[in-house]
C-alpha cells in the first residue's frame, strides 16, 4: 500500500502548488483534500490515515457502511469525517443521515425533506451541500442553476439541516483548466446565494483528480481526490 502514501505526498504538493499560484493562504483560506475510497478496502483507507488523511469520501451507500462496519472494530473509525460524494436516492436517506459528516450531493426539495426528517429522528443537524447541474448535462445529478435559489429557500427552512456551501461535478475535458469556467460560476452562485439569503457559505467543493489545480484558482474548500491517490478503480 506504498502508493496511496505516495499518493497523498503527491497530491499535497499539487495542492500547495495550486494554492501559491493563486495567491490562497491556508490559514483563513485553505482547502481541504477529501480522499475519496469507493471501490478501495477499508485497509487502504486505514493506511491513508496513517499519512494523517482523516477526511474519506464515498459514493455508494451500501459500499461505505460496510467499510464504516469494517473500521469499527478499531478507534481509527471514530477519527474519520466521512462525506458523501455519490448520488442519493430518496430510499436511501434515512441509512446515511447521521452517518456522514457532510453530504455533498443534496439536489432536490423532496430529498431535503426526507433528510431533515430522519435528522429530526435523530435529534441531529445534518450538514449539507446542495450539487449543482453545472454543465446542465442531462445524464448528471444536481439542481439545475435556475431551480438552486428556490431549493435553497426550502433547506433553510428545514431546521435540521445545515446548508455549508455548493458542489459540482463539471463535464470531463481532457485538460484540467478547461474545467475552470464551471468551477468560477460554482463560485459566482455561491457568492450570490450568500448575498440573497444573507446566509455564510463556507464550502466549495469542487476538483478531482484531473482538474483539482483549476478548482483551486477558483476558491475550492474541499477537493474530492479518488484515483491519484488510491489508483484506477475496477467498476
Ligand atoms: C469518484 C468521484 C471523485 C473522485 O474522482 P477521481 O477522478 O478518481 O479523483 C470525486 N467526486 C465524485 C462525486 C466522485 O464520484
Not at 455533498?104 to 435529534?123: I, M, Y
Not at 475550492?220 to 475496477?234: Q, W, Y
Request: charged share 20%.
Amino acid at each position: 500500500m506504498q502508493h496511496i502514501e505516495i499518493g497523498i505526498k503527491n497530491i499535497q504538493e499539487r495542492i500547495k502548488k495550486a494554492m501559491d499560484l493563486a495567491e490562497r493562504d491556508s490559514i483563513n483560506d485553505d482547502v481541504k483534500l477529501v480522499a475519496v475510497s469507493k471501490f478501495h478496502t477499508a485497509q487502504a483507507v486505514q493506511c491513508a490515515t496513517r499519512c494523517g488523511q482523516w477526511d474519506f469520501g464515498e459514493s455508494y451507500v451500501q459500499e461505505a457502511l460496510i467499510k464504516q462496519e469494517e473500521l469499527s472494530v478499531n478507534d481509527v473509525l471514530h477519527r474519520i469525517n466521512w462525506h458523501f460524494v455519490g448520488h442519493i436516492q430518496s430510499r436511501k436517506a434515512k441509512d446515511i443521515v447521521g452517518r456522514f459528516a457532510l453530504l455533498h450531493s443534496v439536489d432536490s426539495e423532496k430529498l431535503a425533506l426526507l433528510l431533515n426528517k430522519h435528522a429530526q429522528q435523530l435529534n441531529i443537524k445534518q450538514s449539507i451541500l446542495i450539487q449543482v447541474n453545472i454543465g446542465s448535462e442531462d445524464q448528471k445529478s444536481g439542481v439545475d442553476v435556475k431551480n438552486l435559489r428556490n431549493l435553497t429557500q426550502s433547506i433553510l427552512q428545514c431546521p435540521y439541516l445545515e446548508l455549508q456551501g455548493l458542489m459540482c461535478l463539471p463535464p470531463v475535458f481532457d485538460q484540467g483548466l478547461a474545467a475552470r469556467p464551471y468551477f468560477a460560476h460554482l463560485r459566482n452562485l455561491k457568492e450570490d446565494l450568500s448575498q440573497y439569503f444573507g446566509i455564510n457559505l463556507p464550502h466549495l467543493s469542487m476538483g478531482m483528480s484531473g482538474d483539482l489545480e483549476a478548482a483551486i484558482l477558483e476558491g475550492a474548500s474541499l477537493v474530492r481526490i479518488g484515483t491519484d491517490i488510491f489508483g484506477a478503480r475496477s467498476a
